[in-house]
């Protein structure tokens, strides 16, 4: 199914600029690079690059405001977070309009990034009361040992364009209420949607009363990163994007001792159990394989199913894809959008001719859509295929809608296929076997940093900390206790005696 005719360019730009103004952010027009839409493919508006000398500037304010805001009580700088949280339920439509604009969410996906944000505002404002340390107990008598938690710095945040706004508050809030200052480098593919957050932080610091740059947008292409991926005063890098991303950002932070925060690529599987609720399965696999168009990190990519059951449920995904509405994400019927770009869709065909060439067997879509209508836009048909063995190409992360099924016989062999990977990102697994869910979250199950029982690998909830193993990097995001990364430990000895104990019963003089 293809849905309606599409906006036109013209009706987007309207429709970009209004939510733009009433969020109180003008577009800034310039000539360095454009913003574009993937609903058309077509350029909006012409935008203005930070120049070195900008991004210098924007590096001297956020470490000069670090420095106050350091000193600012944590739960007084949970203020400015939860006026953050408040201006964006009230911008909520808004928001989601320029994510649907620039990155082709459907509607509800979109609104449900929003939702992300204002969560993790509200669980940033409960943890600027929570930001504790540990006592611990000393071996010498009149003592206290203590583990404080100070501010680190400049947080510099790399983001990426398939969840523009979420990962950007996931460490804004937090870095936030830790007391850390941000210099913020968005995709270069959704500079709208920067603009608007960055204009409703700046909007929320003047009301409560905070420095104006404990936050800094750069717009611009890599050289941007790269600056601040190489300059000292950015105490921690937060890079979200592919592995290939990290494998340049990791050592180049690493090379000056700064510290990183990684969340690179995944290749997230589910493997479905001879018990498994079907009905449940089949929903939870549409949407983690084909939701957002294949291109959340989390996106379901790999299914490994019984033997026993392959062929039943492989004749309801392949119904169900086939059922699929594909077109403007405007459209409240539509479920899968656009990918981001022409680019996108060479490497999804491109995969697939591989995979095709490997012995995969397509099973459902791998076509494109609405090529008359817009040329210049990437509509495409998720695609199920059936693999034998998990080659070289199933190994990758494409991202795009695209998901490999394979057989099993023995849980073993499924979690020794479900592990063969070199991401580790998110995983599930779908069954009634208590047992089997069980062993799959052990610690010879999933080697994941999600795992999951009953749900598919995507839309996971602020609260608990979000990351991967592996090739997905290590970081750890928003929930649980992923603010340390963002504070720097210090442990303290206090002699409340009027002796001098030595550790260790060293004794000196
Ligand atoms: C991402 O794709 O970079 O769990 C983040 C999810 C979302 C976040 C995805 N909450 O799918």
């Given at each position: 199914m293809t849905s309606t005719a599409l906006p036109t360019t013209a009706d987007l730009r309207t429709r970009a600029r209004t939510s733009l103004e009433r969020i109180g952010a003008p577009v800034p027009e310039g000539t360095d690079f454009p913003a574009r839409t993937p609903i058309t493919g077509e350029e909006l508006f012409g935008l203005t690059a930070a120049t070195a000398a900008g991004t210098e500037d924007?590096?001297?304010?956020?470490?000069?405001?670090?420095?106050?805001?350091?000193?600012?009580?944590?739960?007084?700088?949970?203020?400015?977070?939860?006026?953050?949280?408040?201006?964006?339920?009230?911008?909520?439509?808004?928001?989601?309009?320029?994510?649907?604009?620039?990155?082709?969410?459907?509607?509800?996906?979109?609104?449900?990034?929003?939702?992300?944000?204002?969560?993790?505002?509200?669980?940033?404002?409960?943890?600027?009361?929570q930001l504790y340390g540990r006592t611990i107990a000393s071996e010498r008598p009149g003592h206290r040992l203590a583990e404080t938690w100070h501010p680190l710095g400049v947080v510099g945040v790399i983001s990426a364009f398939n969840f523009p706004a979420a990962v950007w508050s996931w460490n804004t809030a937090v870095a936030l209420v830790c007391g850390d200052t941000v210099l913020w480098k968005?995709?270069?593919?959704?500079?709208?949607?920067?603009?608007?957050?960055?204009?409703?932080?700046?909007?929320?610091?003047?009301?409560?009363?905070?420095?104006?740059?404990?936050?800094?947008?750069?717009?611009?292409?890599?050289?941007?990163?790269?600056?601040?991926?190489?300059?000292?005063?950015?105490?921690?890098?937060?890079?979200?994007?592919?592995?290939?991303?990290?494998r340049a950002v990791g050592p180049r932070v690493a090379a000056r001792f700064g510290r990183c925060l990684l969340e690179l690529g995944g290749n997230n599987a589910a493997v479905v159990a001879p018990s498994a609720d079907l009905d449940l399965a089949v929903q939870g696999i549409v949407f983690a394989a084909a939701g957002t168009a294949g291109q959340r990190c989390t996106t379901l990519r790999r299914l490994i199913v019984h033997r026993d059951i392959a062929d039943t449920?492989?004749?309801?995904?392949?119904?169900?894809?086939?059922?699929?509405?594909?077109?403007?994400?405007?459209?409240?019927?539509?479920?899968?959008?656009?990918?981001?770009?022409?680019?996108?869709?060479?490497?999804?065909?491109?995969?697939?001719?591989?995979?095709?060439?490997?012995?995969?067997?397509?099973?459902?879509?791998?076509?494109?859509?609405?090529?008359?209508?817009a040329p210049r836009a990437a509509y495409a048909e998720p695609?199920?295929?059936?693999?034998?063995?998990?080659?070289?190409?199933?190994?990758?992360?494409?991202?795009?809608?695209?998901?490999?099924?394979?057989?099993?016989?023995?849980?073993?062999?499924?979690?020794?296929?479900?592990?063969?990977?070199?991401?580790?990102?998110?995983?599930?697994?779908?069954?009634?076997?208590?047992?089997?869910?069980?062993?799959?979250?052990?610690?010879?199950?999933?080697?994941?940093?999600?795992?999951?029982?009953?749900?598919?690998?995507?839309?996971?909830?602020?609260?608990?900390?979000?990351?991967?193993?592996?090739?997905?990097g290590g970081g750890r995001e928003s929930g649980s206790d992923a603010w340390r990364a963002y504070m720097r430990p210090a442990t303290n000895t206090i002699n409340y005696s009027s002796t001098l104990a030595l550790a260790q019963n060293v004794s000196f003089l």
């Open positions: 924007a590096l001297r304010a956020t470490r000069e405001a670090f420095l106050i805001w350091r000193t600012t009580p944590a739960p007084r700088r949970g203020e400015l977070v939860r006026r953050l949280g408040e201006l964006l339920r009230d911008h909520k439509s808004d928001l989601a309009d320029l994510i649907t604009i620039e990155a082709g969410k459907i509607r509800s996906e979109a609104l449900g990034e929003v939702q992300e944000m204002i969560d993790i505002c509200d669980f940033a404002v409960g943890l600027s009361r968005p995709s270069e593919l959704t500079p709208l949607i920067s603009l608007a957050c960055d204009r409703l932080l700046a909007r929320a610091a003047e009301e409560v009363g905070a420095p104006r740059d404990v936050h800094r947008l750069l717009l611009g292409d890599r050289t941007v990163g790269e600056r601040l991926v190489d300059d000292p005063r950015v105490a921690l890098v937060s890079a979200t994007g592919s592995t290939r991303m990290g449920l492989v004749a309801r995904l392949t119904a169900a894809y086939a059922r699929l509405p594909i077109g403007d994400p405007f459209d409240e019927h539509t479920l899968v959008g656009p990918l981001i770009s022409l680019q996108a869709l060479d490497g999804m065909q491109d995969a697939l001719a591989r995979v095709q060439a490997q012995g995969g067997k397509v099973l459902a879509g791998g076509g494109r859509r609405l090529t008359d209508a695609v199920l295929v059936r693999v034998d063995e998990q080659t070289d190409v199933v190994r990758e992360e494409t991202f795009a809608p695209l998901l490999y099924v394979l057989t099993y016989d023995t849980l073993d062999e499924a979690i020794a296929l479900h592990n063969d990977v070199p991401q580790g990102l998110s995983s599930s697994i779908f069954t009634r076997d208590q047992q089997e869910a069980e062993r799959f979250l052990s610690a010879e199950g999933s080697d994941c940093g999600i795992a999951n029982v009953n749900i598919g690998t995507s839309g996971a909830e602020i609260g608990g900390a979000f990351g991967g193993e592996k090739e997905t």
